[in-house]
Nanobody, 118 residues
Framework: QVQLVESGGGLVQPGGSLRLSCAAS????????MGWYRQAPGNQRELVAT???????NYADSVKGRFTVSRDNAKNTVYLQMNSLRPEDTAVYYC????????????WGQGTLVTVSS
């Protein structure tokens, strides 16, 4: 019905940058919001950043000033530009979207691993 496909994870050294992408496809009427969450081993999944259809953004305090979330409404795609990465940013990053399809619900991507290590 609705699929979210993420890309862009990988291994990066501390201080480096990565850009994640998440594309939504399927029976989409409209997308209310899209965003990123992450889960490190032994931790609960936590909010990283979200962006609404109107462009309003929300960030976790731990990533403010380093990460930027953006969205291409025409492509149903959300991006996460991650700069000044730290070892504590290591986690599986999940894309989440609130979408009006045959009903309004939330969908998750499969996750992409980001490892920050020297």
């Amino acid at each position: 019905q609705v699929q979210l496909v993420e890309s862009g994870g990988g291994l990066v050294q501390p201080g480096g940058s990565l850009r994640l992408s998440c594309a939504a496809s399927g029976s989409i009427v409209s997308i209310v919001s899209m965003g990123w969450y992450r889960q490190a081993p032994g931790n609960q999944r936590e909010l990283v950043a979200t962006v609404t259809s109107g462009g309003n953004t929300n960030y976790a305090d731990s990533v403010k000033g380093r990460f930027t979330v953006s969205r291409d409404n025409a492509k149903n795609t959300v991006y996460l530009q991650m700069n000044s990465l730290r070892p504590e940013d290591t986690a599986v990053y999940y894309c989440k979207a609130i979408i009006l399809s045959t009903y309004t619900g939330q969908w998750w991507g499969q996750g992409t691993l980001v490892t920050v290590s020297s």
